[in-house]
């Protein structure tokens, strides 16, 4: 069997698919060539649509060869018989995926245009690909609909190799491929229109698709930031983050707190940070990078890439607020929030303009330090011994301008009298100093100066 183009394999697929319709399901296309396809299937099933994020990890010296793939929330599926064969390292591993996360981020926040993600929670997702060939990248992408919370996964395609539901055993509850000759050579030959799928074809479908389901595909709300201060709720990873965010008048930039192992943005430590944040004249926005359920899974903790994605996404929301476009954005990190700060900031299209970390992790990000451009503060306590070592170590990769600062007598969570002082002194010095130089250089108008 061949199609005529993907939107004639959708409408042929969305056949395959009737027995959905009118059942609790969200279509997700893989992009680019799998939304076309996708459009059809909802539009038939009568099912909202949205895409989901998947990159192919492609071996350095043969790029068109898939040695795994990655998707958002860190999902990550290797092929270690494809990395062994072709002799990637480690540092080449990471350099590959470091490149496509970034890719992956940046196209998600296109596609999606500021709207919020079609929740999967109890759903029967149906992952839709204009064909499967090795089948890594839709792997991954059902695993990022169990991650999102899909009570059941349906991996759909037009055409494949002979017995590819073998593929996704684990991984999918069911695979529909109506076509699966013999002789599967790649998966043009079953098309005669199979032109790439242009970026701005994907938005004007996932438009198109939006328009039909308002009440599940909203946009993410903008606020009004200058003079705030209230609780706020930041959608992310499929899931609702809590933040509190207060912005001065005429502030010349926000602090995003990145917080670490067993805090939270009810800190006394943060808030008392945030405070002599304020009294500076700057913004903060203390975030839960984990929802209350997340945090009681330790492993969540120490998840550098769930970490940084939900960082990232806070960080991108915070830019559709009104004003807050070119306005300047520091991180100050703590314990494991400082990895996940860092590696953020190491991001290609990150626009950080300081990073200040506080009895930090920076070790956890080591693979990403040589990337970060942001100015970095590190502050340790002296008597924080096995930290002090580690940021010691971790400030040997930084390529960046950095400074490491002590705080004499200080322990982990700087309790002792006057410590926590000096911490916050020395990150409200850096933060003023790195972004009003920022606001300056973006031209923006009243600067408030602490004296």
């Known amino acids: 069997m061949t199609f005529l183009d993907r939107e004639d394999a959708g409408r042929q697929l969305a056949e395959r698919l009737r027995e959905f319709h009118g059942e609790s399901v969200v279509v997700l296309g893989l992009p680019r060539g799998g939304v076309p396809v996708a459009f059809e299937v909802a539009k038939a099933l009568g099912a909202p649509l949205d895409i989901i994020m998947v990159r192919k990890l492609g071996v350095p010296s043969r790029p068109e060869l898939g040695m795994g793939a990655i998707g958002e929330d860190g999902v990550r599926v290797i092929n270690d018989e494809i990395v062994r064969l072709a002799d990637v390292s480690e540092r080449e591993l990471l350099e590959v995926e470091r490149r496509e996360r970034d890719e992956l981020e940046r196209r998600a926040r296109r596609y999606r245009a500021g709207r919020s993600r079609v929740p999967l929670e109890g759903k029967t997702a149906i992952i839709v690909d204009d064909g499967i060939a090795t089948g890594s990248t839709a792997r991954a992408a059902c695993r990022v609909a169990c991650a999102h919370g899909a009570r059941h996964v349906i991996m759909t395609a037009p055409v494949g190799p002979p017995g590819c539901e073998e593929l996704f055993e684990g991984d999918a509850d069911a695979v529909v491929c109506p076509t699966a000759p013999g002789r599967f050579l790649g998966i043009g030959q079953f098309y005669e229109d199979f032109s790439q799928t242009s970026d701005a074809k994907v938005v004007d479908l996932l438009e198109q698709a939006a328009s039909r389901f308002p009440e599940t595909v909203g946009r993410m709300k903008t606020i009004e930031l200058d003079g705030l201060d209230a609780e706020v709720t930041i959608p992310a990873s499929g899931v609702r983050l809590?933040?509190?965010?207060?912005?001065?008048?005429?502030?010349?930039?926000?602090?995003?707190?990145?917080?670490?192992?067993?805090?939270?943005?009810?800190?006394?430590?943060?808030?008392?940070?945030?405070?002599?944040?304020?009294?500076?004249?700057?913004?903060?926005?203390?975030?839960?990078?984990?929802t209350p359920s997340e945090e009681g899974e330790r492993s969540n903790v120490f998840d550098l890439d769930l970490l940084t994605t939900r960082l990232m996404e806070a960080t991108a929301w915070l830019r559709l607020q009104p004003s807050m476009n070119d306005a300047a954005i520091g991180y100050f990190g703590a314990s494991t929030g400082a990895a996940a700060a860092l590696s953020a900031a190491a991001r290609r299209d990150s626009t950080v303009a300081a990073v200040v970390s506080r009895g930090g992790r920076p070790d956890l990000a080591i693979p990403h330090l040589a990337l970060v451009r942001a100015p970095t503060l590190l502050v340790v306590g002296s008597l924080d011994h096995v930290v002090l070592r580690l940021n010691r170590e971790a400030q040997t990769y930084l390529r960046c301008e950095n400074r490491l600062a002590i705080v004499e007598g200080a322990t982990h969570l700087f309790e002792e009298p006057g410590t926590l002082d000096e911490a916050a002194t020395l990150a409200r010095d850096w933060f003023v100093a790195h972004l009003t130089a920022t606001r300056l250089q973006v031209g923006h108008g009243p600067i408030r100066r602490w004296e």
């Open 242 to 290: 809590g933040g509190h965010l207060r912005v001065p008048l005429h502030a010349p930039g926000v602090v995003m707190f990145a917080h670490g192992s067993g805090s939270s943005r009810h800190s006394p430590r943060n808030q008392f940070v945030a405070s002599v944040l304020h009294a500076a004249g700057l913004g903060t926005l203390l975030l839960d990078l984990l």
